[in-house]
């Protein structure tokens, strides 16, 4: 706005300031000009000459002094025509020299500024127009714009700035790193300046209309799409104090993952502040309204000392309604599939530091909340948590020793409903801070006709990537059936005791759960997860039975019958995108008083299968099949080894050379031979073998 007030020395001086006369009027002429309104005082000199008829040339300078306004002399050139009923102003360069002002973001230290154009005055009304001038700062593109100013309402000088699109582009690119000039950029932009209220209480404002803006980066990530809106400020001229409105009433964004649909949620953000006090001091208020996403609302004050800048202030952020900000926030960013949450959300805090430090005390609040996935449904949800954090130059949570901790707060959980588990009116205590999230005594939680038991839950750094979550589990009575896949009913129940570790790449524990299935004794250790929360996870554990009973496990996998017991050992298993991916796999059979050892046909065909990847064939087969059902067998054992998507089997009774994965009695049965032991095949080949045997149930 500072460019204006040289054109309205010329246009409104006369009108607007006093003059005292210091030398006669004539050819060569000097006025003390004073707007103290607008801070601007100094002398205006000059000569004006005749050229012919009613054509004039005006040459001169202004020289401020005791002026807000900090700049060499300013030089002022036009030919001027007296037309009726108008002043013309033709050819028309203002030059200011070193300009006092300091914009290091903009590269932009006591420039020099240009202007240039042509223009009227109307005597009868006095008002002036300006059209297509072209002014030069500093560095900064060409600026051209259209001057207009009106004696009424006190004064009012505007500037229209045509196709401000590149001064934009520049500015932006400075001030946002992000930015750079090989992004696509289109739309309608109007830029207008305008000063108010010239002969009392000057007030310049800014305004920029947007429409169809679209915004591109080169490698996609950053994509705005038809933004229309408005970005407007005010700032009194005697007043050190601004406001800016920023509107966006329709379009669509994407930053990276985070997709915003400004047609359903338009926003609005106010901000007030004032400029640096003689102290360095600013004080502002921020109110953003974002339609049905929520509320934020905040005050700050800045102060400058000794030892830098430190601040102050407190915040606010009220969502009524959490559904469509968890859906915009954290289910599509994160591909979440068909997570949904509701629920009123409250957060107030605190908050106080300087640029390398900040503390924040506050409080969330959440009421009548549900969380729904596929496989889980829950309801009437409240919390009340305190909370305390400390925040680095970046703004990241950050370990902090002096750091103090609140009071304990709660998370209620009214009703869930996960499948087996089921929780009614359950509490959560919790203690939350940047530097540790500690949960307090929780009850048994029911599962599987029996209960397990969490404690000394806690999670250090929990607001951070390095967070680690530690804690212990007890299960007790824990019945497995319930729980485990129809494809692999596990009847049984364990109990046990583990500690474990989670952090952003491991899972790990310290412990084993011990118990019974299918009358065997089991031990589950040494579970693991790596990568637990990527879709490249790999998790496992190690699994160790003693005399398992084959006729309940063989009927309830429908793969045929088979009595007697087995001792078995799974170890090194890892599990990669839900199927294995490495394991061992030693399984034979144990003498046992109290059952005999015998096989179905169907049973000896479904281990032919895997075991040689061919089922039982031939006359001698055929011949059995129309007497016997079921056979005795004297021994079954097999070794399976899966690693980097190879498949090895071996049977593990071997006599005089021969590999038997089943063999016979001395006098009548049916041997099941490796006859190539050393061979290898795929994984995926393995699994068609068990679907040839499930695809003939």
């Given at each position: 706005m500072l460019i204006s007030f040289f054109l309205l020395l010329m246009l409104?001086?006369?009108?607007?300031?006093?003059?005292?006369?210091?030398?006669?009027?004539?050819?060569?002429?000097?006025?003390?000009?004073?707007l103290p309104q607008a801070g601007l005082s100094g002398v205006l000199k000059g000569s004006l000459k005749h050229i012919k008829k009613t054509d004039f040339h005006f040459s001169g300078e202004f020289i401020p002094q005791k002026s807000s306004l900090k700049a060499a002399k300013i030089r002022i050139n036009t030919e001027v025509r007296l037309e009726e009923g108008s002043v013309a102003f033709r050819n028309l360069t203002i030059q200011i020299k070193k300009l006092g002002i300091r914009i290091p973001e903009l590269e932009l230290q006591n420039p020099d500024i240009s202007i240039k154009g042509n223009g009227k005055l109307f005597t009868k009304n006095g008002v002036a127009k300006f059209e297509n001038l072209s002014i030069a700062v500093g560095n900064l593109p060409l600026i051209?714009?259209?001057?207009?100013?009106?004696?009424?309402?006190?004064?009012?000088?505007?500037?229209?700035?045509?196709?401000?699109?590149?001064?934009?582009?520049?500015?932006?690119?400075?001030?946002?790193?992000?930015?750079?000039?090989?992004?696509?950029?289109?739309?309608?932009?109007?830029?207008?300046?305008?000063?108010?209220?010239?002969?009392?209480?000057?007030?310049?404002?800014?305004?920029?209309?947007?429409?169809?803006?679209?915004?591109?980066?080169?490698?996609?990530?950053?994509?705005?799409?038809?933004?229309?809106?408005?970005?407007?400020?005010?700032?009194?001229?005697?007043?050190?104090?601004?406001?800016?409105?920023?509107?966006?009433?329709?379009?669509?964004a994407l930053f990276d993952t985070l997709y915003l649909n400004l047609n359903k949620h338009p926003l609005k953000t106010t901000l007030t502040s004032t400029l640096p006090d003689k102290k360095g001091n600013i004080s502002s208020r921020i109110n953003t309204q974002w339609e049905k996403m929520g509320n934020i609302t905040a005050k700050t004050l800045i102060k400058k000392t000794k030892n830098g800048l430190n601040y102050s202030g407190e915040a606010s952020l009220q969502i009524p309604a959490l559904a469509a900000p968890f859906k915009t926030l954290a289910v599509e960013p994160f591909s979440l599939g068909q997570l949904s949450a509701n629920g009123t959300l409250a957060l107030l805090c605190t908050f106080k530091g300087t640029p390398e430090k900040t503390i924040l005390t506050g409080n969330i609040n959440l009421t009548k909340g549900d969380f729904n996935s596929p496989t889980i449904t829950s309801k009437s949800i409240t919390a009340n948590i305190p909370f305390s954090a400390s925040l680095g130059k970046n703004l990241h949570p950050q370990p902090d020793k002096y750091?103090?901790?609140?009071?304990?707060?709660?998370?209620?959980?009214?009703?869930?409903?996960?499948?087996?588990?089921?929780l009614s009116d359950f509490n959560i205590p919790i203690t939350l801070s940047s530097n540790k999230a500690v949960f307090g005594n929780l009850d048994k939680i029911p599962l599987g006709g029996g209960k397990i038991k969490l404690s000394e839950l806690a999670v250090n750094n929990p607001f951070s990537s390095d967070f680690a979550l530690h804690g212990k589990l007890n299960a007790k009575d824990v019945n497995l059936l319930p729980l485990s896949p129809p494809s692999l009913p596990v009847d049984g129940k364990i109990d046990g005791n583990i500690e474990f570790w989670l952090l952003k790449k491991r899972f790990s524990t310290l412990g084993s759960f011990s118990g019974e299935v299918y009358g065997g004794k089991?031990?589950?250790?040494?579970?693991?997860?790596?990568?637990?929360?990527?879709?490249?996870?790999?998790?496992?554990?190690?699994?160790?039975?003693?005399?398992?009973?084959?006729?309940?496990?063989?009927?309830?996998?429908?793969?045929?019958?088979?009595?007697?017991?087995?001792?078995?050992?799974?170890?090194?298993?890892v599990i990669a995108y839900d199927q294995p991916a490495k394991f061992k796999l030693y399984a034979i059979t144990t003498p046992d008083s109290d059952s005999d050892q015998a096989i179905s046909l169907k049973a000896v065909n479904t281990l032919s299968v895997i075991g040689t990847g061919s089922g039982l064939t031939g006359v001698g087969v055929g011949m059995f099949s129309q007497f016997f059902q079921e056979f005795s067998y004297a021994g079954l054992g097999l070794e399976c080894t899966l690693d980097h998507d190879l498949f090895k089997i071996r049977g593990l009774i071997r006599e005089d050379g021969i590999e038997y994965i089943i063999k016979k009695p001395p006098l009548f049965g049916i041997n099941v031979i490796n006859s190539n032991p050393e061979n290898l095949i795929s994984f995926s080949d393995m699994l068609k073998r068990l679907k040839r045997i499930s695809g003939s149930r």
């Amino acid at each position: 706005m500072l460019i204006s007030f040289f054109l309205l020395l010329m246009l409104i001086s006369p009108h607007t300031a006093y003059a005292e006369r210091l030398n006669s009027f004539g050819v060569n002429w000097q006025f003390a000009v004073n707007l103290p309104q607008a801070g601007l005082s100094g002398v205006l000199k000059g000569s004006l000459k005749h050229i012919k008829k009613t054509d004039f040339h005006f040459s001169g300078e202004f020289i401020p002094q005791k002026s807000s306004l900090k700049a060499a002399k300013i030089r002022i050139n036009t030919e001027v025509r007296l037309e009726e009923g108008s002043v013309a102003f033709r050819n028309l360069t203002i030059q200011i020299k070193k300009l006092g002002i300091r914009i290091p973001e903009l590269e932009l230290q006591n420039p020099d500024i240009s202007i240039k154009g042509n223009g009227k005055l109307f005597t009868k009304n006095g008002v002036a127009k300006f059209e297509n001038l072209s002014i030069a700062v500093g560095n900064l593109p060409l600026i051209n714009t259209d001057l207009n100013y009106s004696p009424d309402s006190d004064g009012t000088l505007s500037l229209n700035i045509i196709d401000p699109l590149p001064l934009l582009e520049k500015i932006a690119g400075k001030l946002l790193d992000e930015v750079k000039p090989d992004w696509e950029k289109q739309g309608k932009l109007d830029l207008s300046l305008t000063l108010r209220k010239i002969k009392t209480k000057p007030e310049s404002s800014f305004l920029l209309k947007f429409s169809e803006l679209s915004v591109a980066s080169p490698d996609g990530l950053y994509l705005i799409d038809n933004f229309s809106g408005s970005l407007k400020s005010t700032i009194p001229v005697n007043k050190p104090q601004i406001k800016a409105t920023l509107e966006i009433n329709s379009g669509e964004a994407l930053f990276d993952t985070l997709y915003l649909n400004l047609n359903k949620h338009p926003l609005k953000t106010t901000l007030t502040s004032t400029l640096p006090d003689k102290k360095g001091n600013i004080s502002s208020r921020i109110n953003t309204q974002w339609e049905k996403m929520g509320n934020i609302t905040a005050k700050t004050l800045i102060k400058k000392t000794k030892n830098g800048l430190n601040y102050s202030g407190e915040a606010s952020l009220q969502i009524p309604a959490l559904a469509a900000p968890f859906k915009t926030l954290a289910v599509e960013p994160f591909s979440l599939g068909q997570l949904s949450a509701n629920g009123t959300l409250a957060l107030l805090c605190t908050f106080k530091g300087t640029p390398e430090k900040t503390i924040l005390t506050g409080n969330i609040n959440l009421t009548k909340g549900d969380f729904n996935s596929p496989t889980i449904t829950s309801k009437s949800i409240t919390a009340n948590i305190p909370f305390s954090a400390s925040l680095g130059k970046n703004l990241h949570p950050q370990p902090d020793k002096y750091l103090t901790a609140p009071k304990q707060g709660f998370i209620n959980i009214g009703n869930l409903d996960a499948g087996q588990l089921k929780l009614s009116d359950f509490n959560i205590p919790i203690t939350l801070s940047s530097n540790k999230a500690v949960f307090g005594n929780l009850d048994k939680i029911p599962l599987g006709g029996g209960k397990i038991k969490l404690s000394e839950l806690a999670v250090n750094n929990p607001f951070s990537s390095d967070f680690a979550l530690h804690g212990k589990l007890n299960a007790k009575d824990v019945n497995l059936l319930p729980l485990s896949p129809p494809s692999l009913p596990v009847d049984g129940k364990i109990d046990g005791n583990i500690e474990f570790w989670l952090l952003k790449k491991r899972f790990s524990t310290l412990g084993s759960f011990s118990g019974e299935v299918y009358g065997g004794k089991i031990k589950i250790s040494e579970m693991f997860a790596d990568n637990p929360f990527s879709k490249s996870r790999q998790y496992g554990a190690d699994f160790n039975i003693e005399k398992l009973k084959l006729k309940p496990l063989s009927e309830a996998l429908d793969i045929g019958r088979i009595t007697g017991r087995m001792n078995l050992d799974l170890t090194d298993l890892v599990i990669a995108y839900d199927q294995p991916a490495k394991f061992k796999l030693y399984a034979i059979t144990t003498p046992d008083s109290d059952s005999d050892q015998a096989i179905s046909l169907k049973a000896v065909n479904t281990l032919s299968v895997i075991g040689t990847g061919s089922g039982l064939t031939g006359v001698g087969v055929g011949m059995f099949s129309q007497f016997f059902q079921e056979f005795s067998y004297a021994g079954l054992g097999l070794e399976c080894t899966l690693d980097h998507d190879l498949f090895k089997i071996r049977g593990l009774i071997r006599e005089d050379g021969i590999e038997y994965i089943i063999k016979k009695p001395p006098l009548f049965g049916i041997n099941v031979i490796n006859s190539n032991p050393e061979n290898l095949i795929s994984f995926s080949d393995m699994l068609k073998r068990l679907k040839r045997i499930s695809g003939s149930r």
